[in-house]
């Protein structure tokens, strides 16, 4: 299933930098840059994937182990009977 979404996803990426092909100026500091818009679009969907794989501490956490569901009225009685 995730792959397949994947998959959708991708495949937008690539259909909306095909059609947004115009050269576009980009500005940052003092720099100046002028690209097709379908260039900054895959090199910001790269980036993007690049900062998710170099972050995987979000999908590796360990979950929380199951929380005790006796109240401690309960506790006691059974430790008392």
């Known amino acids: 299933m995730i792959r397949l979404l994947g998959l959708i996803v991708v495949s937008v990426?690539?259909?909306f930098t095909a059609q947004n092909t115009e050269v576009v100026e980009l500005r940052f500091l003092?720099?100046?840059?002028?690209?097709?818009?379908?260039?900054?679009?895959?090199?910001a969907?790269?980036?993007?994937l690049?900062?998710?794989?170099l972050t995987p501490w979000r999908r590796?956490?360990?979950?929380?182990p199951p929380a005790e569901t006796a109240l401690p009225?309960?506790?006691?009685r059974s430790a008392g009977a």
């Open 30 to 43: 003092s720099w100046s840059f002028e690209m097709s818009r379908a260039v900054v679009v895959f090199l």
């Open 60 to 64: 590796r956490r360990e979950p929380l």
């Open 73 to 76: 009225e309960d506790r006691e």
């Open 13 to 15: 990426v690539v259909v």
């Open 45 to 48: 969907f790269c980036s993007g």
């Open 50 to 53: 690049l900062l998710g794989w």
